[in-house]
């Protein structure tokens, strides 16, 4: 059974840092692209960033370039976000998911989620 398992959310005062992950399982991701996305309370899910199935290409959503940096151990089967200079608008649910085969990174063409890990700034 494939899994998207996130972790490494939590709470953190604005200007700090975080690292996310995210494990998979029952699905080998070395050939996808994988991104991030992020819901706020009351908004609806955003792209935060994505990364090419061999790591070369990433994308970012503009409010996060230069803070945000996504990487991935294909070895690990395992996907992450580093955050930095977080701020109180970067609170959300952060979603993990599995993209298009053998493509670059891209922002659509998502179909595969994990149950989300919660990420809060404080002010």
């Known amino acids: 059974q494939e899994q998207l398992v996130e972790s490494g959310g939590g709470l953190v005062q604005a200007g700090g840092s975080l690292r996310l992950s995210c494990a998979a399982s029952?699905?080998?991701?070395?050939?996808?692209?994988m991104g991030w996305f992020r819901q706020a309370p009351g908004k609806e899910r955003e792209f935060v960033a994505s990364?090419?199935?061999?790591?070369?290409?990433?994308l970012y959503e503009d409010s996060v370039k230069g803070r945000f940096t996504i990487s991935r151990d294909n070895v690990k089967n395992t996907v992450y976000l580093q955050m930095n200079s977080l701020k109180p608008e970067d609170t959300a649910v952060y979603y993990c998911?599995?993209?298009?085969?053998?493509?670059?990174?891209?922002?659509?063409?998502?179909?595969?989620w994990g149950q989300g890990t919660q990420v809060t700034v404080s002010s």
């Open positions: 029952g699905r080998t991701i070395s050939r996808y692209v």
């Open positions: 998911a599995v993209g298009p085969m053998w493509s670059t990174a891209t922002s659509t063409g998502y179909d595969s």
């Open positions: 990364i090419s199935w061999s790591g070369a290409r990433t």
